[in-house]
């Protein structure tokens, strides 16, 4: 007869707030320096939203995309950009996601500590490119205090 292990908890580590204030911090100054607006989303590892900021000038949708996209990057745990583009290799929809808030525009980026996904940051209301190089922003000013 094999032994049965006890059952434990699994313990799943999470970006806090003081974290997630940090990164979007860094990302508002940074939209600051650079005259931009946009929206800045940061998530939990299960793609639930931890804090959210809005500058001023940015427009109203990208509230939506930009948790959508945070959302996308915390659970399936690659950079939006890098889905959307897998999607279109392998000719596969995100409809296949139905219920979900995927989306495979660029500006969503796991955060990871110690090869574990612990949020995501995102950023929507430029050019996709410059939302992922904002977001990066983010993602590497959490990062600098761990």
Known sequence: MSEVSTPSLRQTASLSLGLATIGANAILTALNTAS????????????????????????????????????????????????GLQSKAEDWDFIY?????????????PVRIGGQVVGAIAVSGLDELSDEQFARIGVEAIEAVL
């Open 97 to 109: 996601f139905a219920g979900q808030p995927m989306i495979g525009w660029a500006g969503g980026l």
């Open 36 to 83: 931009k607006d946009a929206v800045v989303a940061v998530a939990d590892p299960a793609g639930d939203l931890i804090c959210l900021n809005r500058t001023d000038g940015a427009p109203t949708p990208s509230v939506k995309i930009a948790i959508d996209k945070a959302t996308t990057a915390a659970r399936m745990q690659v950079s939006t950009r890098q889905l």
